[in-house]
Structure formats: structure tokens, C-alpha cells
């Protein structure tokens, strides 16, 4: 299984981000993504998340409509597209997967197997 992050980097305050997450050696198909970060001195937290099938998205409230997550099935990729970002926004953002039970998706990251290395975001003027 293999997870790798990119589209991180520095942005304004008020800046959009589109991090998108590459997914191989799993069937794709069949497991749910989740965006989590974690900030310095903080703990990881959950962001958004997508079921396998794509049908259903859950986000963390800091996140709710400014933050949209989405997966590509040919591509095997998931998108978190970020707008109107904010310095706590600024944090190390990571992908994870977790095989899709129920045809939903959570934010519990005890709940995920699988890790990217993760991909630094920083919103500053």
C-alpha cells in the first residue's frame, strides 16, 4: 500500500490549495480516504474523508464548506481542494485508508491502517 501526498505549500491567508493524494497497491475501489493534519504542538486531527464508492463525505466542522474532498476512480486519486484558508489551516496534511465496511467513511484516525508521509501546508502572509 502505498499513499503519496503533493500540491502542499505556502499560501495567503484567504488562498486556495488543491492537495491531491496518489493511492496504489490496494484495490482502490474497495477502501475509504481520509485528510487528516496535524499542527505543531497539536494532535492529528481529522479533516474530511470519502467513502469508497464516493457517495459519502464527512468534514470536520473547521472544514465544512470550505474544504471539499473527492476521489477519482480511473486515476486511483483523492483531492482535497481547500479554499479561504486561514493560519490554522497551517499544519502537515496526510492521506490515509482504511477498508470501507459500511460505505461510509470517518474521522477517526485510530480507524486507519495506512499512511502518506504526509505534506506541509502553511497559510501566511
Known amino acids: 500500500v502505498q499513499l503519496v501526498e503533493s500540491g502542499g505549500g505556502l499560501v495567503q491567508p484567504g488562498g486556495s490549495l488543491r492537495l491531491s493524494c496518489a493511492a496504489s497497491g490496494f484495490v482502490f475501489d474497495d477502501y475509504s480516504i481520509g485528510w487528516f493534519r496535524q499542527a505543531p504542538g497539536k494532535e492529528r486531527e481529522g479533516v474530511s474523508c470519502?467513502?469508497?464508492?464516493?457517495?459519502?463525505?464527512h468534514d470536520k466542522n473547521s472544514a465544512k464548506g470550505r474544504f471539499t474532498v473527492s476521489r477519482d476512480r480511473a486515476r486511483k486519486m483523492v483531492y482535497l481542494q481547500m479554499n479561504s484558508l486561514n493560519p490554522d489551516d497551517t499544519a502537515v496534511y496526510y492521506c490515509?485508508?482504511?477498508?470501507?465496511?459500511?460505505?461510509?467513511?470517518?474521522?477517526?484516525?485510530?480507524?486507519?491502517?495506512?499512511w502518506g508521509q504526509g505534506i506541509q501546508v502553511t497559510v501566511s502572509s
Open positions: 470519502i467513502s469508497s464508492t464516493g457517495r459519502t463525505t
Open positions: 490515509a485508508t482504511t477498508w470501507d465496511e459500511s460505505g461510509s467513511c470517518h474521522l477517526n484516525s485510530r480507524g486507519y491502517g495506512y
